[in-house]
Structures are given as C-alpha cells and as structure tokens.
C-alpha cells in the first residue's frame, strides 16, 4: 500500500541532543512537508521540499533542518537549538505540481518527540 | 497572514443527529478549503475540498459549504455515529492567499464527541 512511514513513533531524548525524525514515502509525490503540533494548537509548518535537493522554511523554521536528497525522504533533524522540541511532528506529501496545488496532504502517523 | 478560527469547545451530539462544524477565516479569501479528520495519536486524514467557485460539496455522509462572503465554511455529519467522534481540522491554502509559503495553514480543529 501506498504511503507515508514515520519512524519512530515514540523518541525520548536528553536536552542538548540532536534528534533526526524519519519520513519516507511511496506516493511519488514532489512535495513534502514537516508541521508540528502542540496540544490545542494548530498545526504550524516548520520545512517544506517542492523537489529533490530544495527546500524552504516555514512558519516555525528556527532550531531545525532537513534535506531532501531523495525524492521519497524528507528527515528532520530537531537541534539543540530549539526552545521547546517535545512536541507531535508529522509529515505529509502531496503532488507538488503548480497544476494541482489544491491536491490534498497524505499525512504519516507522526513521531511524538519528548525532550528532558 | 491568514487566521483561521474553529470552535476549539468540544462539540456533543447525539447519535443520529447532524453535527455542524464551523470554519471561519479572516483576510485573504482562499482559492480552495479541505477539511480533515484526526484522531487521538494519528495523522490527519483528507476528506473533502472545496473550491471558492462552488457552494457546496458532498461525500457520503458529508456535506461542506464555502461562503466567501460569510469567509466561513460549514461541515456538516449527517446521522451521526459514534465512530465519527474525532477532532475536525479546517485547512486553507497558503501560496494562493498571499501568504507566500506552500502548504495549507490548518485551524486548531474541534472536537466532535457523538454520544450513543
């Protein structure tokens, strides 16, 4: 089945860490995206890839990274940097063409990231 | 930049009624809006989108209606069923609302409890 893989679903890690979240996916769609979810909030975009080998911040950009060296993998590395990492991050494609921008997000099942 | 406004009060409806969810936005008037279902620890899931030249929008059970002059889409569930108790997210594009990043800024989502 088609899809979108977010590993793992659960990642405890130690203030101060670099953290890299995983998502792949089969869809062979253009575009990928990273949002971030607190509890009664919204979701906020923190990256987003068009195509293989560009990408463009977010809302929320500041105290992550990614890469898109692959067409169907979009990882996300949280840094130390970042002010309030534990959160519910979730990814997402879609046909990333200017012909379908209204295409729908396929979202993974999320990484629920705890920092202490 | 583009704000979105649900009902983030949990919403109660008896089973076999119609659940009415509401979505208001403020600013740019969207070229299109989805809405998408999430439940607890789980991705969001698309449902339905609407175009800004359409009125309404019907799958199923499901209806949407698109008001750009109200900027408010109303989602409604027809004959309830327990199984539709989820939280509800509104979404609208971004690039095409002068916000000038891809993807879609979502709404905090209410929360729909249908009760036996």
């Known amino acids: 089945d088609g899809g979108i893989t977010q590993s793992p679903k659960y990642l405890f890690r130690k203030e101060g860490q670099n953290v890299t979240l995983s998502c792949e996916q089969n869809l062979n769609h253009d575009a990928m995206y990273w949002y971030r979810q607190d509890p009664g909030q919204g979701l906020r975009l923190i990256y987003y890839s068009q195509i293989v080998n560009d990408f463009q911040k977010g809302d929320i950009a500041e105290g992550y990274s990614v890469s898109r060296e692959k067409k169907e993998s979009f990882p996300l590395t949280v840094t130390s940097a970042q002010k309030n990492p534990t959160a519910f991050y979730l990814c997402?494609?879609?046909?990333?063409?200017?012909?379908?921008?209204?295409?729908?997000?396929?979202f993974g099942n999320g990484t629920r990231l705890t920092v202490t | 930049s583009q704000k979105i406004e649900q009902n983030s009060e949990a919403l109660n409806i008896q089973e076999g009624k119609t659940a009415t969810l509401t979505c208001n936005y403020t600013?740019?008037?969207?070229?299109?809006l989805q809405w998408y279902r999430q439940d607890p620890g789980r991705g969001p899931v698309f449902l339905l989108l609407?175009?800004?030249?359409?009125k309404e929008k019907r799958k199923e059970r499901l209806k949407v209606t698109f008001d750009t002059t109200l900027k408010q889409s109303l989602f409604h569930i027809t004959a309830s069923q327990p199984a539709d108790s989820a939280t509800y997210l509104c979404?609208?594009?971004?690039?095409?609302?002068?916000?000038?990043?891809?993807?879609?800024?979502f709404g905090k989502g209410t929360h729909l409890i249908i009760q036996p």
């Open positions: 997402a494609s879609r046909t990333g063409t200017t012909m379908t921008f209204d295409s729908p997000l396929h």
């Open positions: 979404a609208l594009d971004t690039l095409y609302s002068g916000g000038g990043a891809d993807g879609l800024t």
């Open positions: 600013n740019y008037s969207p070229a299109y």
């Open positions: 609407i175009r800004e030249n359409e």
